[in-house]
């Protein structure tokens, strides 16, 4: 794993997935939680079963907060420069 930038608790559950998945994290500048993004997207609707081929249960815990971490920080950004104009 050589995207340091990515959340270690990420790295931490989502081995497998960036070994398999995304080309073993040696891709920098954010692609390999974009990789792990497009997974939990991809599993998303999906059977328990049918989900746990493409992305285990912890790692798309972890990427799906993750995800929703980064919505609440860009609607607060939003927020305060619309605060800033009016």
Do not use: W
């Amino acid at each position: 794993m050589k995207d340091y930038s990515i959340n270690p608790e990420i790295v931490a559950k989502c081995d497998v997935e960036i070994q398999k998945h995304c080309n073993k994290g040696t891709v920098k500048e954010g692609k390999t939680i974009d990789c792990l993004m497009d997974l939990a997207e991809e599993s998303e609707g999906k059977e328990n079963e049918e989900r746990k081929d493409i992305i285990r249960p912890q790692c798309f815990r972890a990427v799906s907060y993750k995800k929703r971490e980064a919505i609440k920080m860009l609607f607060f950004a939003i927020m305060f420069k619309l605060s800033l104009i009016f």
